[in-house]
């Protein structure tokens, strides 16, 4: 290329905004004429490269504003461990399908099972599509919600809940909800129903909601619109947490009867 050629080339990348081919178009022309690549062959590579790059930006910038607490995926789960989890049915929901259709997703379950770390590697999944996701728990957001009121801000943090396309609750169940609580877990799933996945994890069963919450009929009303058009997984088993402590045998005390002598 002349000085000259190049020189607008790099000045159109930039005009155009694409960062990621200044990088590698030296390169690229250097191998198009190396293997004898046509020109189509050529532009796939360049535009392959900024593609890739920008969708490498998109997850990092999507995986921030998710507020993850931490980074899991499904092939970091053992599945073998956990025999009430159906690996086919995680491996669906993984292709996020259930987004495209505003349905739900309920991981049930006492603690240490894994409901976070699968209700984490869907969240991963789906910032891998572009899907936006935010994660909260359900302590945090009641906390949110008390300091929201005071402010007079609630109409604004239901609208801001209500743009991520996947919303992951965590704990559900681990506290009791007031009725300001309950009465804003209504509008926010009201709002989402059909339009915006949630993804709960609770350890308490269905039957076991009407503990949660102070107000009946908001329950009923609550799990109305959130089981609707939902998959339920319920996991059954023991914790994946206390295993390590369990194979150290510190639990043996425990279950085991005193020795007599
Ligand atoms: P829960 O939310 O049900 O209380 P977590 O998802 O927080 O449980 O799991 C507790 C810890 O154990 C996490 O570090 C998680 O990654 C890990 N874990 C749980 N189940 C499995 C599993 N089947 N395979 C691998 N790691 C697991
Ligand atoms: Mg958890």
């Known amino acids: 290329m002349t000085d000259l050629l190049y020189q607008r080339v790099q000045a159109s990348l930039g005009r ?9 178009l030296d390169r690229l022309a250097e191998d198009a004429a190396k293997h ?27 995986t921030k504003l998710a507020h993850l607490p931490f980074l899991k995926t499904l092939d970091e789960f053992d599945f073998t461990f956990q025999p009430s989890i159906q690996e086919r049915q995680i491996r669906e929901l993984a292709t996020l399908r259930f987004v495209a259709h505003g ?24 910032i891998a599509q572009s899907i936006s996701v935010y994660f ?11 300091r929201d009121a005071k402010e007079d801000r609630l109409t604004h943090r239901l609208a801001a809940l209500c743009k991520p396309k996947l919303l992951i609750l965590d704990e559900m169940g681990y506290f009791p909800l007031d009725r300001l609580a309950a009465q804003f877990l209504f ?12 993804i709960l994890t609770s350890n308490k069963s269905y039957g076991e909601w009407g503990d949660i919450f102070a107000d009946q009929v908001l329950a009923a009303a609550i799990l109305d619109r959130l089981l609707h ?21 510190v639990f043996h005390e425990l279950n085991e009867p005193p020795k007599e002598g």
């Open 36 to 62: 004898n690549w046509t020109y189509l062959d050529f532009l796939d590579r360049v535009l392959e490269a900024e593609v890739s790059a920008r969708h490498e930006r998109d997850v990092a910038m999507k």
């Open 229 to 249: 058009v939902s998959t339920t997984v319920n996991i059954r088993g023991q914790s994946y947490r206390l295993r390590e402590k369990r194979k150290a045998g």
């Open 103 to 126: 349905e739900n997703v309920l991981l049930l379950g006492p603690p240490g099972v894994g409901k976070t770390h699968l209700a984490i590697a869907l969240g991963v999944a789906a």
């Open 136 to 146: 909260l728990t359900v302590g945090d957001l009641l906390d949110m919600l008390h």
């Open 187 to 198: 509008q926010l799933v009201s709002r989402r129903y059909l339009k915006g996945s949630i």
């Open 16 to 24: 155009l905004k694409l960062a990621r081919i200044p990088d590698c």
